[in-house]
């Protein structure tokens, strides 16, 4: 990869988290989510390997729907609501829809079939950025409409987490699915 495209992938990666991050409208939120799966999309595949293009199809699928359903949660709470803000989600299909999009995005555990395999196909350096610095745009939005979401399932999914990734990764040998299962 040329020195120029490694810079455009690092700074719309930082441009996509800190939008996402400081943003607090839908539209932006969900911007930046989009320009953080468009900006890792050609480092999974840099590799041209078969096993990389299938992890980068795979990627690009999954971070599709669950962006899709981020929008339409946000979509049907401006319906409900009349607010385009991240903190007014109050609209209770719309909490649903959100917490299973970013479940979705995060990989827990009803939707994490999907993580190991990506970071299989994918260098190291790759998937540790899949590990670190693409959950932390989604985990801003949780935790900014973290009051108007259903505490027992966000509990639920989270310790469902982490016993299946600590039971799974005790069953793996190769370093990328053990980070996968662990994180």
Same mark, same amino acid.
């Not at 390997?49 to 899709?68: C, G």
């Not at 979509?75 to 909490?95: K, R, V, Y």
């Given at each position: 990869?040329?020195?120029?495209?490694?810079?455009?992938?690092?700074?719309?990666?930082?441009?996509?988290?800190?939008?996402?991050?400081?943003?607090?409208?839908?539209?932006?939120?969900?911007?930046g989510l989009e320009i953080?799966?468009?900006?890792?999309?050609?480092?999974?595949?840099?590799?041209?390997?078969?096993?990389?293009?299938?992890?980068?199809?795979?990627?690009?699928?999954v971070q599709a729907a669950?962006?899709?359903?981020?929008?339409?949660?946000?979509?049907?709470?401006?319906?409900?609501?009349?607010?385009w803000d991240i903190t007014?989600?109050? @609209?209770?299909?719309?909490?649903? #829809? %959100? !917490? /299973?999009?970013?479940?979705?995005?995060? =990989? &827990?555990?009803?939707?994490?079939?999907?993580?190991?395999?990506?970071?299989?196909?994918?260098?190291?350096?790759?998937?540790?950025?899949?590990?670190?610095?693409?959950?932390?745009?989604?985990?801003?939005?949780?935790?900014?409409?973290? @009051?108007?979401?259903?505490?027992? #399932? %966000? !509990? /639920?999914?989270?310790?469902?987490?982490? =016993? &299946?990734?600590?039971?799974?990764?005790?069953?793996?040998?190769?370093?990328?699915?053990?980070?996968?299962?662990?994180?």
């Amino acid at each position: 990869m040329s020195p120029l495209a490694k810079l455009v992938t690092t700074t719309s990666l930082l441009l996509g988290t800190t939008i996402t991050i400081t943003s607090n409208h839908w539209a932006m939120a969900w911007a930046g989510l989009e320009i953080n799966t468009l900006a890792i999309i050609p480092l999974i595949s840099k590799s041209h390997h078969p096993r990389a293009i299938e992890a980068t199809t795979k990627y690009f699928l999954v971070q599709a729907a669950a962006s899709t359903l981020v929008l339409f949660s946000s979509m049907t709470n401006a319906w409900a609501t009349g607010q385009w803000d991240i903190t007014q989600l109050t @609209h209770p299909p719309s909490c649903l #829809l %959100l !917490t /299973t999009a970013i479940a979705i995005k995060l =990989g &827990l555990t009803p939707f994490h079939f999907w993580f190991p395999e990506v970071l299989q196909g994918s260098s190291p350096i790759t998937a540790l950025l899949l590990s670190t610095l693409m959950k932390l745009p989604p985990t801003t939005i949780l935790l900014l409409t973290s @009051h108007s979401l259903n505490p027992t #399932l %966000l !509990t /639920t999914m989270s310790i469902m987490s982490i =016993g &299946l990734g600590g039971w799974m990764g005790l069953n793996q040998t190769q370093t990328r699915k053990i980070l996968a299962f662990s994180s």
